[in-house]
Every structure is written in C-alpha cells, then in structure tokens.
C-alpha cells in the first residue's frame, strides 16, 4: 500500500465552482499534515497545515479525518489562478530505520477552465 | 525572515562529466536540509537529508552524494552524471523532522 495516495487527475472544473479532493494515509500514526502547491515547473509551496480540528484560510478549507486516514482540501469560488498541482503531505513514521521525516503524495492536477 | 538560495536555475551538461549543484539558507540556524528530485510529471524523490553538519542521510543508492560543510550550506554532487540524472533539483529546509519544508527554486538539470 502506497503511503500517501491521491487521485492524479486532471481535475477540470469551471471557474466559480467548488471542488474538494482528498489524500489517503497508511500510518495511523502520523501527525503532521501539510497541502502544497505546486505551479508547472516551480518548485512547491506551502499553502497550509492541516489541523486536528480542521482550519479554513480564505477560499480554502483543510480537514483531517483520522479515523478514515485522509484529509481533504475544499476550494471554494475557484480562480483561474487556483490552477496548480496540489500535493499531500504527511509524516510517515519508519520503524525500519528510513528517513523520519515528510513523505509528499504525487499530487492531484487542477484546472480551472475560464 | 528565513530565505532559501538555490543555484544554477539551469544546467546542461554531458555524459560523463561532473555536478555540484549548492543550495544556502539564511535566517536560521541548525535547519533540516534536503535534496530531491522531481522527473517529469512525477512526485518528489527524497535523496538526502541531513539534521546538521557533517552528518547526511541517503534514501536511495544512487551515483549522486550530498555534503553540508557549513550549518546552513548543502551541496549535491556526482563524479560522472548519468543519462538517468536529469531532472528538477529541490533543496528544502524546514525546522525539524515533521515541520513543514520550504523550497528553493530549483534546478533544470538536463543530460545531454
């Protein structure tokens, strides 16, 4: 089982409209939860953390549900500018003695179409 | 504010020959830093990471080695580059294991 997964897309949607997407985990322990964007052939960015509680920022909403192991991020009134690749972050725990860090997903590509 | 430098933005170079590609942070000190590599229209492959000087981490076998001389310097190098070495070259920092990474801009690196 891959150890944080999302939907590759493309995920085309009209500007205005509303669209969610989610990431699963593998390791019901994790803790830190992450959503990056990353524009064609820039490096990612940080776009927010995702709490426990779920937190909002602007048009943009992150939820965690840890009993299903996945989090969401909702876009609402989508901009043309919201047309990005959208990765997945989480801290996936090594017991074998691997890296102990951030494990990023292979991200979900969004259009918006004008 | 803590800022991220990372250079060349472009890099050509053929078969054989070797790399060194360097990335600095500044505003900080004792920083998490990383290299990945991004192929085309892939996710990100973590190479190394390293939680201070002298001290780095490799995740996969590979023909690169990474170097931190200095707190807030992280060098990647290869002797000989192969074909399979092209790709988009992040350094990231971040404040500890599970903090979230900040990102250099990158570097194109293409085998000829």
């Known amino acids: 089982r891959k150890e944080v997964e999302q939907d590759p897309g493309p995920f085309n949607v009209p500007e205005g409209a509303t669209v969610a997407f989610n990431c699963t985990y593998s390791?019901?322990?994790?803790?830190?939860f992450f959503w990056y964007r990353q524009d064609c052939r820039k490096e990612p960015k940080l776009l927010m953390s995702v709490y426990s509680s779920g937190n909002e920022d602007g048009r943009f909403t992150a939820q965690l549900n840890r009993a299903s192991q996945y989090i969401s991020l909702l876009i609402r009134d989508s901009k043309l500018s919201d047309s990005a690749t959208y990765l997945c972050v989480v801290n996936i725990l090594d017991a074998g003695g691997g890296a102990d860090g951030l494990t990023f997903g292979k991200g979900t590509h969004l259009i918006i179409q004008p | 504010s803590q800022t991220i430098h990372q250079w060349p933005a472009t890099l050509v170079q053929p078969v054989g020959s070797p790399l060194s590609l360097e990335c600095t942070v500044e505003g900080t000190s004792n920083p998490n830093l990383y290299w990945y590599r991004q192929a085309a229209g892939r996710g990100l492959q973590l190479l190394f990471y390293s939680v201070g000087i002298g001290q780095i981490s490799s995740e996969v076998p590979q023909n690169l080695s990474a170097s931190r001389p200095q707190d807030r310097q992280f060098i990647l190098s290869s002797k000989k580059l192969l074909l399979s070495d092209s790709g988009f070259y992040l350094c990231?920092?971040?404040?500890?294991?599970?903090?979230?990474?900040?990102f250099g801009d990158g570097t194109r690196l293409s085998i000829l």
């Open positions: 990231a920092w971040s404040q500890g294991a599970y903090q979230p990474q900040h």
């Open positions: 390791n019901s322990a994790s803790q830190s």
